[in-house]
């Protein structure tokens, strides 16, 4: 079966496998480590970053967490077919990198071991990285939606991704990343929305799954911060001035439903990604920020979980990649 929504230039058509069917279920924005960066937040077992920082964001910094940032390097690694970034970046020059909102630095640290020569800094509000890392990186901690202390053109490359429900302003966050890349420098960034969507009309078999969609939508308007972020991402970067951009919009699967091997392989990453943290997805937001009944939250989860397992239903999330160069 062919599902026929194409994408701007990136056509990205999937098939289903119909075998599947059957069997698979501040002001200034660094700062030092000090104590109080670390006294994370805790909320029912899971920790959250400190609340020494503005921005208040909804993912938890532990390990179980960590654990889906590192699959979802891993599918978003797939899906760019073995890539780490998109911009045409020029191989035979010492490069100066920022990763902003680094997580656990997987990208940081592959794209050094990659690039020995290059200096590459990973930043986030969680010193969550590893202590182990190769010596060309380092991270930092970086509240991206303060200020940049970071002096102008300092950057050959900087990369932003995921970074969705975390950005109130992201024509404050482009115009930052503008500011600090060096004339003739590239900027990337990669977002996906939080959506369940399907081209056959299967999602509607399981209502739960547009259920997640609102939690995101009410919590967001709640929090101020969108987590649909995709059309917002696009304007701010052509509003910060960019040049020689390109995008390309991906569908990624959940599940190993698509017939292309390569798309099934993502999917099973994607849906393994998801249930292995649902939890860290939509505690905060249903919890904290909505107040909804406590009682309900593990039926609900555990019905979302039913609904992605379920092999009938072939949903996919968009991720939408934009990339462009400041000019010289
Ligand atoms: C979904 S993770 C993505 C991690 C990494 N960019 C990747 O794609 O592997 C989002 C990360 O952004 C960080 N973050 C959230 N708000 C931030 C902010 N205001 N400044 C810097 N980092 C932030 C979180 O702590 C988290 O580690």
């Known amino acids: 079966m062919e599902l026929g929504l194409k994408f701007g230039t990136n056509?990205?058509?999937?098939?289903?496998?119909?075998?599947?069917?059957?069997?698979?279920?501040?002001?200034?924005s660094t700062a030092s480590i000090s104590s109080s960066i670390l006294e994370y937040r805790r909320l029912q077992g899971r920790t959250y970053h400190s609340d020494k920082f503005a921005s208040t964001y909804f993912l938890?910094?532990?390990?179980?967490?960590?654990?889906?940032?590192?699959?979802?390097?891993?599918?978003?690694?797939?899906?760019?077919?073995?890539?780490?970034?998109?911009?045409?970046?020029?191989?035979?020059?010492?490069?100066?990198?920022?990763?902003?909102?680094?997580?656990?630095?997987?990208?940081?640290i592959e794209f050094a071991d990659q690039f020995p020569d290059a200096e590459v800094t990973g930043t986030d509000i969680s010193p969550c990285q590893p202590r182990w890392a190769p010596p060309n990186v380092r991270f930092e901690i970086d509240d991206a939606?303060?200020?940049?202390?970071?002096?102008?053109?300092?950057?050959?490359?900087?990369?932003?991704?995921?970074?969705?429900g975390a950005i109130r302003d992201w024509n404050a966050l482009f115009q930052e990343a503008y500011r600090?890349?060096?004339?003739?420098?590239?900027?990337?960034?990669?977002?996906?929305?939080?959506?369940?969507?399907?081209?056959?009309g299967t999602t509607e078999l399981e209502p739960v799954l547009k259920t997640y969609k609102d939690l995101f939508q009410?919590?967001?308007?709640?929090?101020?911060?969108?987590?649909?972020?995709?059309?917002?991402?696009?304007?701010?970067?052509?509003?910060?001035?960019?040049?020689?951009?390109?995008s390309a919009r991906y569908k990624i699967p959940i599940g190993g439903w698509p017939k292309?091997?390569?798309?099934?392989?993502?999917?099973?990453?994607?849906?393994?990604?998801l249930e292995n943290d649902?939890?860290?997805?939509?505690?905060?937001?249903?919890?904290?920020?909505?107040?909804?009944?406590?009682?309900?939250?593990?039926?609900?989860l555990s019905s979302l979980r039913k609904a992605i397992r379920n092999p009938k239903v072939h949903s996919y999330m968009v991720v939408h990649y934009v990339y462009g160069r400041k000019p010289e």
């Open 11 to 28: 056509a990205n058509i999937m098939q289903i496998d119909d075998e599947d069917d059957a069997g698979e279920d501040g002001l200034s």
């Open 278 to 300: 649902l939890e860290g997805y939509t505690l905060f937001m249903w919890q904290d920020v909505l107040k909804r009944p406590r009682d309900e939250y593990a039926v609900w």
């Open 60 to 108: 938890p910094n532990d390990q179980q967490q960590m654990d889906s940032i590192d699959m979802s390097h891993h599918y978003l690694t797939i899906l760019l077919n073995g890539r780490l970034y998109l911009a045409p970046l020029e191989q035979n020059k010492t490069l100066r990198v920022l990763d902003v909102g680094t997580g656990t630095g997987i990208w940081a």
């Open 145 to 164: 939606t303060a200020n940049w202390t970071w002096g102008s053109e300092n950057f050959d490359f900087i990369h932003i991704r995921y970074l969705f």
């Open 218 to 246: 009410e919590g967001g308007k709640a929090m101020n911060v969108s987590f649909f972020v995709q059309e917002l991402q696009q304007k701010a970067f052509d509003e910060a001035g960019f040049v020689e951009q390109k």
């Open 260 to 273: 292309d091997p390569q798309l099934a392989e993502i999917g099973r990453v994607v849906r393994a990604t």
């Open 180 to 200: 600090c890349c060096r004339p003739g420098g590239w900027v990337q960034s990669g977002e996906c929305d939080v959506e369940f969507r399907s081209d056959d």
